[in-house]
């Protein structure tokens, strides 16, 4: 197999570099994993009652919103603008950019909505619905800006065909959350409540229902509560229970109905009326720049599929080069300087598809890098070993070991490429050459990569399909009835 090396990293001048890189690679200290402590949950009042087992043991911090102006929200679409700019360039067809530019001017109009949204949302049962009608039937609103009710599916159901990741996507939507709960937080509530803190969302959490429980468990749920949520907390009873009304006659005689006490939702209207005095405006530009980082994100996963359909030939065709080179060259030593070499090209190319301009130096130390962490996480033995077991089970062993050490060198050349990849994916558009790889993260990277190509069924159509580009055909047809015959 001939192969013909074009670039100029391939072919000169690079011998010593990273021969001195690889001496010294040899001496760096493993890196060691930090130990995280754990920190111990807080203990909230003194008498939970029994019924409490399933709270969250979560520790307390506060659920809030911190609303953006103007100039925020601008900021966020006009970086949404240049990823769909950006993606235009490189496939001025996508059959996306006219509905990614539809979503782009309506966010424009966004910026000066007037309408408050409000989502109700929670898990099965908390009065979402009642609460709406309550709302719409109190008169609040003819004291209020223009508003919008939405009542979201019922979350935590795994029965129904819409997910929370779903239902909490139309909820991020609106500007301001009520989150409903009938008692105390479960975990799976919690964990719901920081996702929307995680979103910048303006929550505020219900406590619904509270007439079904005696003073004191009313209490203690929202001490509970409020100790979660400071200051965004109120307690509602939108559908009380009946009371029974005794009345005693001058006669003598007593009388008895049940008489429906009227709904109790003033904490919540006047939580809402702060909420919307303080910060109106403020919640519809939050609401705003949230829309605009999603549209910014969904432009970038096209993006990103665009290049990697680029990125996929350019890896496989230095994953060969590395395969040819390491095959025919019998020195391990001078296959790790070839490799080397070949993923500093390899580096470039990828940069230059990703936007990511890199120097020859900067290349050179991205590939050095590279090369130093699957030394220490181990890779490279791993994947010999399992290149080796692969090859062992087709019955070709008898052939000179120079294929184990090709295939293993198109395997971690792959892995490097697929790992580039993923980091140059989750960069920014257009970032500044001088800026440094986070070896931390390209680190995470190369060992979640290695980690899903691993798979026994991946490895042997990787040898089969190697071996066909490193041996000639007559080889592999000796090979193939060797196998029959075995």
Not at 284 to 295: F, N, P, Q, S, Y
Not at 400 to 422: D, F, I, M, N, P
Request: hydrophobic content about 45%; proline content about 3%.
């Amino acid at each position: 197999m001939v192969v013909k090396l074009e670039r100029p990293i391939l072919v000169g001048g690079l011998g010593l570099s990273f021969s001195l890189w690889m001496l010294q690679s040899w001496h760096d200290s493993i890196v060691q994993l930090g130990e995280f402590s754990l920190l111990s949950t807080l203990a909230v009042g003194g008498g939970l009652w029994l019924w409490q087992q399933n709270r969250p043991k979560t520790s307390l911090e506060q659920l809030d919103c911190t609303p953006v102006d103007r100039a925020t929200a601008e900021s966020a679409i006009a970086k949404a603008e240049a990823v769909i700019h950006q993606l235009a360039q490189e496939r001025e067809n996508h059959s996306s950019l006219s509905k990614l530019r539809e979503q782009l001017a309506n966010l424009f109009s966004e910026l000066d909505r007037q309408e408050i949204g409000i989502a109700v949302t929670g898990g099965k049962a908390v009065g979402k619905s009642t609460l709406i009608q309550v709302l719409q039937s109190s008169g609040w609103q003819e004291k209020q800006p223009k508003y919008n009710l939405q009542e979201t599916a019922s979350l935590f159901r795994k029965t129904t065909d819409e997910s929370d990741t779903a239902i909490l996507a139309e909820v991020a939507k609106s500007d301001i959350v009520l989150f409903l709960t009938n008692g105390d937080l479960t975990e799976t509530e919690f964990q719901t409540l920081q996702q929307l803190k995680a979103a910048n969302q303006s929550t505020i959490l219900v406590f619904n229902k509270q007439d079904q429980y005696v003073v004191d468990e009313r209490a203690t749920i929202l001490l509970s509560l409020q100790q979660r949520m400071p200051g965004n907390v109120v307690a509602t009873a939108v559908s009380p229970i009946p009371i029974k009304v005794r009345k005693h006659e001058s006669d003598g005689s007593v009388q008895e109905w049940m008489e429906q006490p009227a709904p109790d939702i003033a904490q919540l209207t006047q939580q809402l009326n702060t909420v919307l005095a303080q910060q109106g405006q403020k919640l519809v530009w939050t609401t705003t720049m949230r829309k605009a980082l999603a549209l910014k994100a969904e432009a970038k996963n096209w993006l990103n599929q665009t290049r990697c359909d680029r990125a996929t030939p350019v890896i496989e065709q230095y994953q060969w080069i590395a395969a040819a080179t390491a095959f025919a060259n019998p020195v391990p030593a001078l296959d790790i300087l070839a490799t080397a070499a070949i993923n500093a090209q390899m580096v470039i190319d990828l940069g230059n598809i990703y936007q990511q301009k890199l120097s020859l130096e900067q290349a050179q130390t991205v590939a050095g890098t590279m090369g130093s962490l699957m030394l220490k996480l181990g890779l490279v033995e791993l994947s010999t070993k399992a290149v080796s077991s692969v090859l062992k089970s087709n019955a070709i062993t008898f052939v000179a070991g120079g294929l184990v050490q090709g295939v293993s060198a198109a395997y971690l050349t792959r892995v490097a490429g697929l790992s580039l990849v993923e980091y140059f994916e989750q960069q920014e558009i257009a970032l500044d050459s001088g800026t440094a790889i986070n070896l931390d993260k390209l680190r995470q990277t190369l060992q979640k990569v290695f980690q899903q190509n691993q798979q026994i069924a991946f490895l042997q159509g990787f040898v089969n399909h190697s071996l066909k580009r490193l041996l000639p055909q007559t080889q592999q047809v000796e090979l193939v009835g060797v196998e029959k015959i075995g």
